[in-house]
């Protein structure tokens, strides 16, 4: 609680009481403040300097301000994510628009045009929580539905694979791509030896593998990612019936990512692209949004498949399965303070309400025991859920007591049941309570892995046979690019020998790739390798929405830029629905040709073109002239051009152009032309890759 406005002393500060500058400083910036306290709510009156025993003289242990701060900073931060670190999330809500009663008594997936409020935690998942935002990594994406019969914590990823079968191996894989354990790196990175070495050693990975070098897990938005429950669970009825579901969701705006070497120069341009972008977009008004669709399917369904969907390393391709769409969810609000919800939320695939139950994938078996555990050492102990951001928005009751930072002050003598002294004590009940499926079980006890299992090759195949010419040669790049990294060279061979089962022609490409002469021996399989049919919904290039909205556009101006040219491509920009942003050689005192000076957003060398989906420039002959001799100015067209984008380039722009190297294609218009620069910015220039970079 604060306390009220301390009056205002115009007296100067004494010797005796000198606050320093700071104090100074701050009075001049006006305002009216409520009186800072201590925690216990005792009024501060200094908080600048430390009590001492004279002018001087050493602090005193008695400075109860001074120990109350440091101690409260001491303990400010909390054990990070093992796994998942680095998270940026917001608040929003989900409407379901069809009703699956059929399948499930969950209320939030049956009564239709009900606003169910929601907070998602997005994430990378192999750095820290002060990680960059733009490493190749799969991204986390979980949603916590805030359902009128508790939480449901849908705890997803944007790749509908994952890397292991079992639960069991978690750990491992976790250390293997994690920074190394003797030399501390490297950070947020899957191209090193543990990783490697781990993959080649286990061909349940090879499906996820594919997934992970393909442009998914180097988005360029987080707006624009889509999200996987991956493991099958179960809707049961009002009868008991079971139907097997699988979650996926998909962006309003589109997939979208970036390629390769904008990705890594976003890794110096912009630690927080992503998070910076989500807040930018929230702060605008611009609420991204995404389909909620699921696949349902029976057990029976499920049997006649030529694969197990309890393998978490599996899909069932949407072209077998179809996806029904059965709402949206729209993300409006940006939280309060980071720490209290992004950092503490904690979501579990166990939280799940009546009407929704689990699959026996044994990964989601495991996941259903690790979240609870990890969250307690987290956020410090038992009563996590009564955090705001974790605790239900629905009437809770339950007899759990007590335990560290216990909040609720619980009433009555009844904290049992059963009871008969106080008839509001809370009682379960069959009626309204979770259900789980009432499975028949038969079979031996053992550790042991089903047979239906042990086809690792044939999705992976299927995945890179999917995938469009241009899409292949960015995994084979990011295959090279990855082991290239790799030291070890039996490593390097053991992943070609990996490859050359899913495919012959890739696993020869990396090879030569890297280098390897002779080519390693493909491994044997342990069953003969399918050739399923291809399915193209796995693609994205060809999924990729041509529109500017969710997408930033920067024009470059400078001195004496035509005021009409900068307001007419604004204008065509804005109308298209982009974000515009003025990017100048300095951020003050550019008069544009009218005469008035342009409000500036970034400084040219501080805002590498990597940040934008596509630059215009509008600058005078001599500015051109000028800027054609500095490195920035050259990176900032090479970049773009390089990174696949449109280039709005004036006749003072060619002579940066000619410095950068960059010989004008298709992509390349004159900002006069706006409207064929808004036509060419929606999507990417892929017909320039093959000319830039000889991929793989
Ligand atoms: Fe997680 N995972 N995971 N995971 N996971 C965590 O929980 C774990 C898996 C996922 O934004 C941890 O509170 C095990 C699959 C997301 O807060 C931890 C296994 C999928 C997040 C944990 C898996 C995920 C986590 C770390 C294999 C996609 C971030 C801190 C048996 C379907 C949630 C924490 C957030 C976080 C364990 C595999 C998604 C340690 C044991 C598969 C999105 O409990």
Redesign the pocket.
């Known amino acids: 609680m604060t306390k009220p406005a301390a009056k205002k002393s115009s007296a100067k500060p004494s010797v005796t009481d000198l606050r320093g500058n700071a104090g100074e400083l701050q009075q001049q910036a006006g305002g009216s403040h409520p009186a800072m306290t201590t925690q216990q709510g005792i009024p501060v009156p200094d908080n600048q300097n430390s009590l001492k025993a004279y002018e001087r003289g050493p602090s005193l242990l008695e400075d109860f301000i001074l120990r109350e701060k440091i101690t409260h900073f001491d303990h400010e931060r909390i054990p990070e ?5 680095r ?1 940026t ?1 917001a608040h929003g809500y989900f409407e379901l628009s069809q009703s699956l009663a059929k399948y499930t008594t969950a209320q939030v997936l049956t009564e239709t045009g009900k606003k169910v409020p929601i907070f998602v ?3 990378t ?1 192999a750095g820290g929580a002060g990680s960059v935002d733009t490493p190749r990594d ?5 949603i916590k539905f805030y359902t009128d019969e508790g939480n449901w914590d849908l ?3 944007n790749v509908p694979v ?1 890397f ?1 079968q ?2 069991m ?3 491992d ?2 250390h293997a791509v994690k920074m190394e354990p003797d030399r501390g790196f490297p950070q947020a990175a899957s191209a090193h030896d543990t990783f490697w070495d781990f993959i080649s050693l286990m061909p349940e990975s090879m499906h996820m593998v594919m997934w992970i070098m393909s442009d998914r897990t180097i988005p360029r938005s987080l707006r624009t990612i889509e999200g ?4 099958s669970f179960r809707l049961i009825n009002a009868q008991g019936d079971s139907t097997f579901v699988k979650f996926h969701w998909r962006p309003e705006l589109g997939i979208q990512s970036t390629v390769w070497d904008e990705a890594l120069a976003l890794q110096a341009a912009d630690n927080d692209f992503h998070r910076r972008d989500l807040f930018e977009a929230l702060e605008a008004g611009q609420a991204p949004a995404w389909e909620l669709s699921v696949q349902l399917f029976t057990e029976e369904q499920a049997s006649k498949l030529p694969y197990d969907h309890l393998d ?1 390393t599996k899909i069932i391709p949407e072209e077998i399965v179809p996806l029904q769409k059965i709402g949206r969810f729209v993300l409006n609000r940006w939280p309060d303070n980071f720490f209290a919800e992004t950092e503490q ?5 166990a939280n799940v309400p009546p009407g929704i139950d689990f699959s026996n994938d ?6 259903l ?3 609870l ?3 307690l050492s ?1 956020l410090g102990g038992p009563n996590f859920a009564q955090i705001p951001i974790n605790a239900p928005k629905c009437p809770f009751a339950h007899h759990q007591r007590d335990g560290h930072m216990q909040m609720q002050v619980p009433k009555g003598r009844v904290a049992y049941e059963p009871s008969s002294l106080q008839p509001d004590s809370p009682r379960a009940s069959l009626a309204q309570g979770s259900r789980s499926f009432a499975e028949a079980a038969v079979g031996s006890k053992g550790r042991v892995r089903p047979e239906s299992f042990a086809d690792h090759y044939s999705q992976a195949r299927m995945f890179f046979r999917s995938q469009s010419v241009l899409e292949q040669a960015h995994i084979t790049s990011a295959l090279v690019f990855e082991l290239s990294k790799v030291q070890t060279p039996h490593v390097r061979s053991a992943v070609v020998s990996q490859l050359r089962v899913i495919d012959e022609e890739l696993g020869q490409r990396v090879a030569k790739g890297l280098g390897l002469s002779p080519v390693p021996d493909a491994v044997q399989p342990a069953v003969p390798v399918q050739d399923l049919p291809v399915s193209p919904a796995t693609r994205i290039i060809d999924r990729m929405k041509p529109t500017l909205e969710g997408r930033c556009v920067a024009i470059l101006v400078d001195e004496g830029s035509n005021a009409e040219s900068v307001a007419a491509m604004r204008k065509a920009l804005e109308a298209a629905k982009a974000s515009v942003k003025l990017i100048a050689p300095r951020l003050g005192g550019i008069r544009l040709s009218d005469g008035k000076e342009a409000a500036i957003d970034g400084q040219l060398a501080g805002s590498p073109s990597a940040q934008f989906d596509a630059v215009a420039s509008i600058i005078p002959l001599e500015s051109g002239k000028k800027l054609a001799k500095q490195a920035a100015a050259q990176n900032w067209f090479r970049d773009a051009f390089g990174h696949l984008k449109a280039i709005a380039a004036c006749k003072g722009t060619h002579a940066i152009l000619d410095a950068a190297g960059v010989k004008p294609d298709a992509g390349v218009v004159d900002p006069s032309d706006t409207k064929a620069f808004v036509k060419a910015a929606v999507s990417r220039i892929w017909e320039r890759e093959p000319t830039l970079r000889s991929l793989a």
């Open positions: 994510r093992i796994v998942h670190a998270g999330g935690r997005f994430s998942v799969v991204r986390g994406f979980a705890v997803g990823n994952f292991i079992d639960a191996k978690f750990p894989l976790v996987f429950g991956v493991h978490p939320v904690a979501f579990c695939p044994p990964l989601l078996q495991g996941r025991f690790s979240y555990d990890t969250q987290r």
